[in-house]
C-alpha cells in the first residue's frame, strides 16, 4: 500500500508550530542556536518558499552549527517503514552572490532528511554551477550515536554539475530501511546508490536550509565574507509504501 503526504503550506512559515520551524539545536549551558539568519527576506508565492539570506552567522567551537546559516525543519517527524521504503521529493533552484566561483561549499541550498535517533542525514546540495549528494553520520549535539566497532561519524560527499544551474531541478532521495539502501535522484534520473548503511534510521526530520560546509580554522569560523544565498523550494512530497521493494 502506498501512500502520500504534502509538507507544504508555506504560507504559515512565520507561525513556527504548524508545519515548519526554525532549525537549531538545544547548546549545554540551556540556550538554543537557532539557524535564522536575521537579514534573511522571505517570501511564499505560488506554493514556493523564497529565500534571500546575506550570511552573517557564525560558530568558532561547533561545526555543525557554523553549517547550517538559515533552516526550517518539518515540525512533525517522518517514519521510515520496517518494510517498504520512504521517498521525498520536491523541486530546488539556487543561486548565490558573492560565494567563491566553483566552489559548492561556500554557499548553497540544502534538502536534509535528519535521523536525530541516530545521528544519520540523507542530503542534497545545490549551488550556483554544482550540486552533492551527501550521506552520514554525524555528532549533532545532543543526539546520542549508536555504539559501533565501525567509523562512528562519517559524512561522504559527491559532487557533479549534471543538472540546470541557476534553475529548479527536481530532487529525490528514497530510503530502504529493510535492505539497509538510499538513492539519490535527480530530475528522475538515479545518480547515487549507497548500500549497507551501517545504521538502521528509524524517522526522518526535513530540513530545507541555506548552509556553507567550511571547516573550523583554529581562529575558529571562516565561513562568512559576505556572500548571499538566494533559495526556493517547493512543497515536499512524501511517499510511504509498506512492502519489501528489491531490485
Known sequence: MEQQKVFGNFHTILSD??????GGFPLPDGSFWSYREPEAVVIVRNDVLYVRAPLSREHHQIQILDNA?????SVEDVAVPEEGEVSFELQIRARTQGTAPNDLYDGY?????????????????AGNDKYATVYGVLPFPGVTVPTTDKTKYFCIFKEDT?????????????????????IFYLNDEEV????????????FTIALGIMTEKDLSPEGSVSVHGQTVIAEWTPVTVTTTDRAITD
Open 17 to 22: 508550530n504548524d508545519v515548519w520551524k526554525i
Open 69 to 73: 546559516k538559515h533552516m526550517y525543519y
Open 109 to 125: 541550498v540544502s534538502l536534509n532528511l535528519l535521523d536525530f535517533t541516530t545521528g544519520a542525514a540523507l542530503d542534497f546540495f
Open 162 to 182: 549534471n543538472f540546470k544551474p541557476r534553475e529548479f531541478n527536481t530532487y529525490r532521495i528514497t530510503y530502504n530501511r529493510a535492505n539497509d539502501e538510499a
Open 192 to 203: 547515487r546508490r549507497e548500500r549497507e548503511i551501517p545504521v538502521k534510521l528509524n524517522r
